[in-house]
């Protein structure tokens, strides 16, 4: 057994043991062991010790020491992690019993198949998210200011995960249906597949940023993460579940994802910077046609998808609201990362959600942990 005082005692004794019994003197006829003719020792070489210079770090093809923290370039990255740090949750916090008894009383045929698709979609974009920034964004930043908000969003992601994987349970919901919904339907597939692509063409080992197409796909590819993907699709694919929630039903539910769209918010608004800080300090020039063919092409997956879990009207929301609620803040995120519009004259078609997303904290469980949370309204995005 394992002596936890102690852990190595147990190993160090039984090595003892076997040295004592298997080991033998060698046999007289053996070869006498060979010694090693006395080396000189040759000088160290000599290496540069003074700390990085700030200036020299990059967001990407870097050669300061990525090991070394501070002194900072990008101070705003670090308040990112401290900011995150004050969001600490877990889907256990949060009641569920009042939503088992919704699904299974209070539901409508038409609302339950939102509330399921909604989650189906959910749950594979997290795992997607979660990829995108802990396996080929991360180990292509040059500055460890950047990895640490990076590690922390990865850690997030697998918490949103968690949150969904815990309303699926607890509603009792048919698991290995439900998660292998987005390959059998095709209005779920199409989103995932958009991302799925743009992650396959930077998810490679042999990408070479110094290359200007790789570095221009890579930038796109932030962008779509950042401003569509986490900053529009998850921004928005919340409100169908927050109509149930206006209405009083699946309130636990809405509020593990008031939770989860806080950590999206600073995702989104971090991604933005960086891609910002990349495009500046690599001087990338973007295809204008290409960026808005990126939003075109999220726009008409999004209808697709909004046709598909309103396929049938519910009270208080609609596939009209949903797209156009899209299109008006995929707008905020183009200009946030200085594109033009891709959707002018798009209105808000839900006024309320951007104070979902401002939400300083409901109840008082967090008393002690949530004390200054920096909302969605107070991120500088610039
Ligand atoms: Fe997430
Ligand atoms: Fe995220």
Known sequence: MLNWDDPFAATANKLTEADTTTESAPAANEPSPRISPVQTPTPAPQITVAPVNADDKRVINGMTDINQ???????????YFLNANKNHWTPLDINMAQDVHDYRHKLTME???????????????????????????????????LQI?????????????????????????????IYNRY??????????????????????????LTNRDELENFVMSYA???????????????????????????????????????????????????????????????????????????????KTYAGYILRDPILGYSKEDHIGQFR??????????????????????????????????????FETKVTEYQTGGALKWD
């Open 69 to 79: 923290l501070a002194p900072f370039k990008y101070p705003w990255a670090w308040t």
């Open 111 to 145: 609302e339950k198949h939102v509330y399921e698709n909604v989650l189906s979609y959910l749950t594979t974009s997290d795992i997607l998210a979660m990829r995108n920034i802990g396996l080929a964004v991360m180990e292509k930043m040059s500055a460890p200011e």
């Open 149 to 177: 908000y990076q590690a922390r969003q990865v850690y997030e992601e697998a918490l949103h995960t968690w949150t969904y994987q815990h309303c699926i349970e607890t509603i009792g919901l048919d698991q290995s249906e």
């Open 183 to 208: 390959r059998v339907v095709p209005e779920i597939n199409q989103k995932i597949q958009l991302a799925n692509n743009r992650l396959n063409s930077i998810l490679r080992s042999d990408i070479d």
């Open 224 to 302: 779509f993460f950042a401003g569509i993907f986490e900053g529009s699709w998850f921004y928005n694919g919340f409100s169908p579940i927050f109509a149930l929630q206006r209405r009083g039903l699946m309130k636990g539910t809405a509020e593990q994802l008031q939770y989860i769209m806080r950590d999206e918010v600073m995702h989104a608004s971090f991604g933005i910077r960086v891609v910002k800080q990349i495009i500046k300090e690599e001087n990338v020039v973007l295809d204008p046609a290409k960026v808005q063919a990126m939003f075109e092409q999220a726009e008409a997956a999004e």
């Open 328 to 365: 008006f803040i995929a707008n905020r995120r183009a200009k946030q990362m200085g594109f033009a519009e891709p959707f002018p004259g798009a209105e808000d078609a839900l006024p309320w959600l951007d104070e979902q997303a401002n939400m300083k904290k409901e109840k008082n469980f």
